[in-house]
């Protein structure tokens, strides 16, 4: 029987011809990351395994929850990692202003690439499935075992098989795409599975909306989600790495637990509703209810926070101001696309919009800081989860969208369309 993408990755990392779905193996790693909350949590129990790490180069901590430090337990978190970065000698010794967040920066500075298996303390590890790795979060005793080892188990997942066919439309981006799938499947649709994309609509998508797509595999319960990897996908590993990389290719006869198709042409700029990343829209749904006034914009995160979405963004708020009930935070990913945004103008079209521009951080995503959310206030991210109490207090609401809706929607001060935004 023929193997998926991602059995084929597993298979080969653990010395094996082939696997099969729920087989249980142990798998060699190529890298393993946590961050500043992650991390500490998790070197009291590598103490307890080794004295080194298993490789200095393969193993990566970033500071990028509680950047800069919002108080003396996020300082003490970020000291522990950074010590023992230091004291173990890591390559990628990463510090607070010099890398940003960490599923935007690791792409970015080539610590990862195709055909490699990777684990992070983090659920949204899977973003580097966009470039044709395995990568998957798992706990701290996990991460532990994998700086100390180099190994893991895992058992081999099943997986779905999603057809990708067309063109999106202008105002349609892999976060709209990616909400979609997850309303038609529901967010245990792909339950300990392989999301696995391919199809000829692939190559009308950038690799930002490939990284935004796997990250939030996670929000259908996924193991991971994968992309075939294409010249695209290529260019942009020669681009931003020294490394080389392996591309696997699904065998024709790979078993599937389902297959679907997704027209691209057909999906409409979609949000999520509170509570659930399922919980999808479209936006001629929305615009048939009484207007949804909002209090906050969040633009930023490992979801959406890269080059492409800072553009995004700021085509549609060039010349306009925010609404005066709304406040807006806008947070580049990394300092690498801070910088260009210095360089294109983009932060002053931000600043002149009425937006706060905050350092590369995972901020208020997860209620950390920098846009904490109050009782009965509503917002729009394009973060990528907007369960009960996410970004601050229980009774806040938060609306998953694409940086145009987010954009559209400050302007307007509800939850708004991009499309008539950019007719204006």
């Not at 909400?179 to 009308?204: C, Q, R, T």
Request: glycine share 10%.
């Amino acid at each position: 029987m023929g193997m998926t993408m991602t059995q084929k990755i597993l298979a080969e990392h653990a010395g094996l011809e082939s696997v099969e779905a729920g087989q249980l193996i142990e798998a060699k790693l190529d890298v393993v990351m946590a961050n500043d909350i992650t991390g500490p949590m998790a070197l009291p129990i590598f103490r307890e395994m080794a004295e080194e790490v298993f490789d200095k180069e393969k193993v990566v901590l970033v500071p990028d929850h509680f950047t800069p430090n919002k108080d003396i337990k996020s300082a003490e978190n970020s000291k522990a990692i950074r010590e023992f970065a230091k004291q173990q000698g890591l390559k990628w010794r990463l510090e607070q202003g010099k890398c940003g967040v960490e599923h935007a920066y690791l792409p970015e500075a080539g610590i990862v690439v195709a055909g490699e298996c990777i684990i992070g303390a983090d659920s949204h590890t899977c973003t580097y499935g966009a470039l044709g790795a395995f990568s998957t979060g798992v706990g701290t005793t996990d991460i532990a075992t994998g700086m100390a080892t180099g190994e893991l188990w895992f058992k081999v997942p099943s997986a779905i098989k999603f057809i990708l066919t067309g063109k999106p439309g202008k105002y349609v981006s892999g976060k709209d795409i990616i909400i979609h799938i997850i309303g038609k499947i529901g967010v245990d649709g792909a339950l300990y599975k392989s999301m696995e994309f391919v199809g000829d609509g692939i190559a009308n998508l950038s690799m930002d909306d490939r990284f935004t797509m796997a990250n939030m595999a996670i929000e259908a319960g996924g193991k991971n989600g994968i992309f075939a990897v294409d010249e695209k996908a290529e260019q942009y590993m020669k681009e931003h790495s020294q490394k080389s990389y392996k591309i696997y290719e699904a065998d024709e006869d790979a078993e599937y637990d389902d297959v679907i198709t997704i027209d691209l042409s057909e999906v409409r700029p979609t949000v999520a509703f509170p509570h659930l990343p399922g919980n999808a829209k479209t936006i001629d749904e929305i615009e048939a209810m009484e207007p949804i006034k909002i209090d906050q914009v969040v633009i930023g995160s490992c979801t959406n926070g890269r080059m492409e979405d800072m553009r995004r963004a700021a085509a549609i708020l060039k010349g306009h101001k925010v609404h005066p009930d709304v406040r807006v935070m806008v947070i580049p990913a990394t300092q690498k696309i801070y910088k260009e945004c210095i360089k294109e103008g983009i932060l002053d079209i931000f600043v002149d919009a009425g937006c706060a521009v905050n350092t590369p951080s995972c901020g208020p995503c997860m209620g950390g800081h920098m846009g904490v959310l109050a009782a009965g206030e509503k917002c729009v991210s394009t973060t990528n989860r907007n369960f009960v109490g996410r970004m601050g207090h229980v009774d806040s609401l938060i609306y998953l969208a694409s940086p145009e809706v987010a954009a559209a929607s400050a302007i307007a001060g509800y939850i708004a369309n991009p499309e008539k935004a950019g007719e204006e």
